[in-house]
């Protein structure tokens, strides 16, 4: 069967449902020692990029929910049960619709996979919200908050987008004013790196003395948003995850220094890696350091992209 979804439902016979879903980066990544939950406490400053992935959902067999993919890294993304994104349907329609509600569910994927930006969140809450709108449910924001909250901590800024702090287990969020629009370079790596890898390594290192814990968000980060100060945010910039993903893929440091010898006002490892998120002053610096970033041999490609992007959206 194509891939192109044009092909694969006419809008004149089924109307699918088409939400786009934005990535994420984490201007501050505060990580705590692991708890007795078996979950590591968060302090986070989300911020919604605009780099897309686009969730179509049309009617299904009924209690069927399919999956097909396309894009660039649609080979890595599984479409089975273990998706997230057919995770969040079948648990939408058993909380607020019936088991006979079916669905074919596309994904047009443009954010990598396993890379550190929450694509797998981003389309379980765009097929949250695509569902909803597809079976005609009397679900509301904070239904669908609550079931993003069961399905991972990272879909409910799906949702919302923006900017926002996220504590907790990063799902409790609060929305964070800005002014201005901010313009990053995102070096891709060869490859993605496992979020519960890195967050193994981090407990070791901790444990060793070689990496810091601590859930406070630093106040420079909202002070240089609520500013629309680039240069003040470029070094306000925090992951406590960046040491272990440089512990397990030493050559992301290698791209995260040339990317401040080319001018980057602040460079980060974007949540778990092994994407690297570069801040630039503006679109056109952005645009030679995305030049001078893509000839590096452990980049696979870059894109450049602004923030703060909108959540979920209907098309």
């Known amino acids: 069967m194509s891939d192109d979804p044009s092909r694969l439902w006419s809008p004149a016979e ?3 449902v088409r939400v786009r879903v934005p990535a994420k980066v984490n201007l501050a990544l505060c990580v705590g020692p692991l708890g007795a939950d078996g979950y590591h406490p968060l302090g986070t400053v989300f911020h919604a990029l605009s780099l897309h992935d686009e969730v179509l959902a049309a009617p299904g067999e009924p209690g069927e929910v399919t999956l097909q993919v396309s894009g660039e890294t649609s080979a890595d993304v599984p ?4 998706n997230l994104a057919v995770r969040a349907a079948r648990l939408l329609a058993a909380e607020f619709g019936t088991p006979e509600l079916g669905v074919r569910l596309q ?37 669908l908050h609550a079931l993003a909250a069961r399905l991972g901590a990272d879909v409910p800024f ?3 987008g923006g900017n926002a702090i996220g504590r907790g287990r990063g799902d409790q969020l609060v929305p964070l004013l800005s002014c201005g629009i901010y313009h990053w370079v995102l070096a891709f790596a060869h490859g993605g790196l496992s979020t519960p890898q890195v967050f193994g390594r981090f407990d070791e290192m901790l444990e060793q003395g070689r990496a810091s814990s601590g859930t406070e968000v630093p106040a420079e980060v909202a002070e240089a948003l609520a500013k629309a100060d680039p240069f003040a ?27 401040r010898a080319a001018g980057a006002l602040g460079a980060i490892v974007s949540g778990s890696g092994p994407t690297c998120a570069f801040l630039a002053e503006s ?5 030679d350091l995305a030049t001078e970033l893509g000839r590096l041999e ?4 870059t894109r450049r992209a602004t923030g703060p992007a909108q959540g979920a959206r209907l098309l």
């Open 14 to 16: 089924d109307a699918p």
């Open 79 to 82: 479409v089975d049960e273990s």
């Open 107 to 143: 994904l047009k994927k443009q954010i990598p996979v396993a890379g550190g930006m929450a694509g797998g969140s981003a389309d379980a809450a765009g097929a949250l919200l695509a569902c909803s709108v597809l079976w005609d449910l009397d679900t509301g924001p904070d239904d």
């Open 158 to 160: 799906g949702l919302v």
């Open 233 to 259: 945010l470029g070094k306000a910039l925090r992951n406590n995850l960046e040491a272990p993903a440089l512990d397990l893929r030493p050559e992301l440091a290698e791209t995260l220094a040339a990317g």
């Open 283 to 287: 679109e056109s610096r952005a645009m």
């Open 298 to 301: 452990q980049v696979a490609a």
